[in-house]
């Protein structure tokens, strides 16, 4: 199976603002944005039968929308939640609390949210069962940046709390051809 990985687009006045499961607009640019993602997805993705699968947030769900594809909402595509971090700038949240997680946030969890290991769970989990389902096929994934680092990470041979290095801009797209086994 090979896997595309394809992060939504640009998002508008979410600057210093924790949001994972808050649905924030979209840019201005996300027309431009999401004809880009088509074109370079024109270039190295051959003709359908591929299979589409997308986050069930707004920003994920509307750039699927524009590929011409059926889209199934995958819940397991979604971006880490944060409980009751989400949707509240980054500055307003408890110091204490917020240095806690960023000191080990692949395991802790911000209040009434999860870890990175519980968005890598159900990250990994989509990933089986879609190897199961297409074996021989092409899927893609509209998706966020964690899930999208939490899948390459041991992949690329890094280990979880590194994941963040890896660059996930807006509309990026990120193959992965394998068995898929982390």
Same mark, same amino acid.
Do not use: N
């Given at each position: 199976?090979?896997?595309?990985?394809?992060? $939504?687009?640009?998002?508008?006045?979410?600057?210093?603002?924790?949001?994972?499961?808050?649905?924030?607009?979209?840019?201005?640019?996300?027309?431009?944005?999401?004809?880009?993602?088509?074109?370079?997805?024109?270039?190295?993705?051959?003709?359908?039968?591929?299979?589409?699968?997308?986050?069930?947030?707004?920003?994920?769900?509307?750039?699927?929308?524009?590929?011409?594809?059926?889209?199934?909402?995958?819940?397991?595509?979604?971006?880490?939640?944060?409980?009751?971090? #989400?949707?509240?700038?980054?500055?307003?949240?408890?110091?204490?609390?917020? #240095?806690?997680?960023?000191?080990?946030?692949? $395991?802790?969890?911000?209040?009434?949210?999860?870890?990175?290991?519980?968005?890598?769970?159900?990250?990994?989990?989509?990933?089986?069962?879609?190897?199961?389902?297409?074996?021989?096929?092409?899927?893609?994934?509209?998706?966020?940046?964690?899930?999208?680092?939490?899948?390459?990470?041991?992949?690329?041979?890094?280990?979880?709390?590194?994941?963040?290095?890896?660059?996930?801009?807006?509309?990026?797209? $990120?193959?992965?051809?394998?068995?898929?086994?982390?």
């Amino acid at each position: 199976m090979t896997l595309l990985l394809i992060r $939504h687009t640009a998002v508008m006045g979410a600057g210093g603002l924790c949001y994972g499961r808050t649905e924030v607009p979209l840019a201005a640019s996300f027309a431009a944005e999401a004809a880009a993602v088509r074109a370079a997805l024109h270039t190295t993705l051959a003709p359908q039968p591929w299979t589409l699968y997308a986050s069930p947030a707004l920003r994920c769900r509307l750039l699927a929308e524009t590929l011409d594809a059926p889209v199934t909402l995958d819940p397991r595509l979604g971006e880490v939640d944060f409980g009751d971090w #989400d949707g509240h700038a980054w500055d307003d949240l408890p110091r204490a609390a917020l #240095d806690g997680w960023c000191a080990d946030f692949v $395991h802790a969890r911000p209040p009434g949210g999860e870890s990175f290991k519980d968005l890598i769970a159900r990250a990994e989990d989509f990933v089986a069962d879609v190897a199961r389902r297409h074996a021989d096929g092409t899927v893609l994934a509209v998706t966020h940046a964690g899930i999208i680092r939490a899948l390459l990470a041991p992949r690329r041979g890094l280990g979880y709390a590194d994941a963040f290095s890896i660059a996930v801009p807006h509309g990026s797209i $990120h193959a992965v051809s394998e068995s898929l086994a982390p």
